[in-house]
């Protein structure tokens, strides 16, 4: 059995130990489960002032099955069980002290641990390590439009979304802020398959497994989705740094955590050394 599903298993049992060791003078009894009583009192407990009188007939049969059930299977591994089976004394007063030592640790580390990654630092790592950051998927740079297949000048959005003109990218912001349901159109930044892919239907070609440079169309019963591809890297290629950041952040930042545990630890140690908290009895 393990620890986390013992921990549950004996909580409700000294819960329901407690309140059932043998008949209680004066109590009506409700159930028996071998040596163990459910009284009208515990009952009493559990039905919600507000429950109508079907709902409470309802709750109270659903406990005592329950409770019934419960209870015979408790005693029958408490009869095939051995007593050192049944000693759960050690493995609990282990499990609480590794509670306690956790929750200590993480307040010390909510309270020490610098959670801001300075940039520089990421480049750094990313510099030291780039064969640890090669694409799973392809990444791209690229421009989209989607937008209903009725509107007006669709031939010339084609033309601005694959021109290097200022002057046509400006007019393509200017006509997207106005007549269409969703665009993208940074292509000075990375993007990844499942950023984009969700927006197009399942024949887009960000879905093929050889993406090309260039333009695409895609249409639907209602909508046109329109991509320019600026830029490609495919699988297996360098990650830009833009796109593995956010890792490279999370696993600095558990590094900082590793070593400020290793030093807490130990400056603990040595300050229950000096304070004579620990000592050492050679036989």
């Known amino acids: 059995m393990k620890l986390s599903s013992l921990i549950i298993f004996l909580s409700i049992y000294f819960i329901a130990a407690s309140c059932n060791l043998g008949p209680v003078k004066d ?29 409470s007939t309802r709750i109270v049969d659903k406990y005592i099955n329950n409770w019934l059930h419960y209870n015979v299977l408790i005693s029958q591994a408490e009869l095939n069980l051995s007593n050192d089976q049944l000693d759960f ?59 209903l297949n009725d509107s007006p000048e ?40 499942k950023e984009i892919k969700k927006e197009l ?3 887009g070609f960000i879905n093929r497994s050889d993406p090309q440079l260039g333009f ?21 290629e360098q990650a830009p740094i833009d796109l593995v950041k956010e890792d490279i952040s999370a696993i600095i930042l558990n590094k900082r955590k590793m070593e400020l545990l290793k030093k807490m630890r130990k400056d603990i140690y040595s300050d229950a050394m000096r304070k004579k908290k620990i000592e050492l009895f050679h036989n």
Do not use: M
């Open 27 to 55: 109590e009506v009894r409700v159930a028996r489960a071998y040596d163990k009583y459910l009284y009208k009192s515990d009952l009493d407990k559990i039905v919600p002032v507000t429950a109508s009188i079907a709902d």
């Open 89 to 147: 004394e050690e493995k609990l007063e282990q499990y609480k002290n590794s509670l306690i030592i956790y929750a200590y640790e993480q307040a010390l580390i909510d309270e020490k641990l610098q959670v801001d990654v300075a940039f520089l630092s990421i480049i750094n790592y990313y510099d030291g390590n780039k064969e640890n950051f090669l694409l799973r998927e392809p990444a791209f740079k690229l421009r989209y439009i989607k937008l």
């Open 154 to 193: 669709l031939s010339q959005i084609e033309k601005w979304i694959r021109s290097d003109d200022e002057g046509d990218i400006e007019e393509l912001h200017y006509y997207c802020e106005d007549n269409v349901a969703k665009y993208f159109l940074n292509d000075s930044i990375w993007v990844t398959p």
């Open 201 to 203: 239907p399942e024949s």
């Open 216 to 236: 695409a169309k895609i249409l639907d019963e209602t909508f046109t989705y329109l991509i320019f591809v600026k830029e490609v890297l495919k699988v297996g």
